[in-house]
């Protein structure tokens, strides 16, 4: 910390800019919320542990029915659950914060890359992407925009940005419809460049965005690198928790992945790779017959609903690292009704479970099978979110309902409740500072859990039913 306020201070001259006194501030917040929050937590671990297998072991002493008896024991396997991942979050994300703020990676060299853009029906959003891609700050690329059958003037629009603009050229292209992975597998087959960057065609990207993510490429070793994504439409409560869902959920998880270069879901709106992986990719996996300009083969498959989880995954299998770069961003536009987001939380969590079957079968059936790291973050992060959270989150709902019913240990479980949010606090402080967004984006934190809980465990389940009964899967 004091190396970089050095650092900060010794770029300002005389009298310190506003941008300056932020990221001063910014560091002090982090470094104020980060012992906090891990105490937090390992207060939830030991005293939540404690507390509610005392209170279960005085009414099984009283004779209370076993159902009472059990309640305050599935509290306590929530609080050990819950409390062990934000212990783990929390230090390692700090831990490559403060690596990657220590030892940014440089580049003095700006290979070509090519940016891939598919886009289906998108016409009141793909001339600002395109115009955002324009905007970077990179001295060679090239964007290829993929017309996916749209009934729209999503083509007419885009082919008003062909040709060649500065540093960069455009190319648009129009094919039938094939879903998503075909638009990217068509745009693979027709880039030039070593280095591959994947957005949305709703997608802002930050200027920087390019610069920052190239220069981790300096690294042999690294196979892609994860921006940030952030929601930019926050004109109501249901996008306002999405944002914060992106910065508690996947920005913090992402951060402490890349620790270890084993960042699981390299997010669809902003993701770079390397060509040689791809490649590897199409050679080891690729079944998609060739010659139909429709479903192009390449690295991209048809088989899941998460083509950026099941891409991400693939990559770590045969050895790849993946990192994350914060200051990269991907402003997108979050859904703003309930039965859009509903739509898709739906598809994340069926494709999730989808892409999940698949790595356990690939790892069991090909080498070079499991990587320990890959396969414990799978397991601790996507599998608990996926089946153990869901779970623990009803039945803790239920148990807490039945202790307050009985009037059984009231300041158990509000003192319960009150780590809970004491956690999402520091972590909202913490993290925001890290990813530089706006504390305002901290107002619905204390009914975060209603909507994780709630809402996002009910799409949950719908996908679980579906997924099971091999439900039809329907592409745009």
Same mark, same amino acid.
């Given at each position: 910390m004091a190396q970089a306020v050095s650092t900060i201070r010794s770029q300002c001259s005389v009298r310190p800019s506003r941008s300056i006194v932020a990221s001063l501030w910014r560091e002090y917040l982090i470094d104020a919320a980060f012992p906090f929050g891990l105490a937090g937590a390992a207060a939830m671990v030991v005293f939540g542990v404690w507390q509610f297998a005392t209170v279960s072991a005085r009414l099984s002493a009283e004779g209370a029915p076993w159902w009472l008896v059990t309640a305050p024991l599935f509290l306590a396997g929530l609080a050990f659950v819950a409390g062990s991942r934000w212990l783990i979050v929390f230090a390692l994300s700090y831990k490559y914060y403060r690596r990657l703020s220590r030892t940014r990676p440089k580049s003095k060299d700006f290979p070509c890359v090519s940016i891939m853009v598919p886009a289906y029906n998108e016409q009141e959003n793909i001339a600002a992407a395109v115009e955002s891609l324009l905007r970077l700050d990179y001295p060679d690329y090239e964007v290829l925009v993929v017309d996916d059958g749209s009934t729209d003037r999503t083509l007419k629009i885009a082919e008003a940005y062909q040709g060649r603009h500065g540093s960069c050229s455009v190319r648009v292209f129009h094919k039938p419809n094939g879903g998503k992975w075909s638009a990217l597998n068509y745009a693979f087959q027709r880039s030039r460049a070593e280095l591959l960057l994947c957005v949305d065609a709703d997608s802002r990207l930050s200027t920087n965005a390019l610069r920052v993510m190239v220069a981790h490429m300096t690294n042999p070793q690294i196979a892609a690198v994860a921006g940030q994504v952030c929601v930019r439409n926050r004109y109501k409560l249901l996008t306002r928790l999405q944002a914060l869902e992106y910065i508690l959920d996947n920005g913090a998880l992402r951060m402490a992945q890349a620790d270890s270069g084993t960042v699981c879901v390299v997010a669809g709106p902003l993701g770079l790779y390397r060509r040689t992986a791809f490649e590897e990719?199409?050679?080891? %996996?690729?079944?998609?017959?060739a010659g139909s300009e429709a479903c192009p083969s390449g690295p991209f498959q048809p088989d899941t609903f998460a083509e950026d989880f099941d891409l991400s995954l693939s990559v770590l299998s045969l050895g790849g690292r993946i990192v994350y770069e914060p200051l990269a961003v991907s402003y997108t536009r979050a859904p703003d009704t309930s039965i859009a987001l509903m739509?898709?939380?739906?598809?994340?969590?069926?494709?999730? $479970?989808?892409? $999940?079957?698949?790595? %356990?079968?690939?790892? $069991?059936?090909l080498p070079p099978g499991f990587d320990r790291r890959v396969l414990a973050w799978v397991t601790g992060t996507y599998l608990f979110h996926l089946l153990l959270q869901p779970v623990l989150f009803s039945t803790g709902v239920i148990s807490l309902l039945l202790l307050l019913c009985r009037s059984e240990s009231p300041l158990a479980v509000l003192g319960f409740l009150g780590m809970f949010q004491a956690i999402n606090l520091f972590a909202g402080i913490m993290f925001v500072c890290m990813l530089r967004d706006s504390f305002l984006a901290l107002l619905p934190l204390f009914v975060y859990d209603i909507y994780q809980g709630f809402f996002i465990n009910f799409a949950w389940v719908i996908s679980v039913i579906d997924e099971i009964r091999g439900g039809r899967m329907r592409w745009s």
């Open positions: 990719l199409q050679l080891r %996996f690729d079944d998609v017959s739509n898709q939380r739906y598809r994340w969590c069926r494709g999730s $479970l989808q892409v $999940l079957r698949k790595y %356990f079968q690939r790892g $069991l059936k």
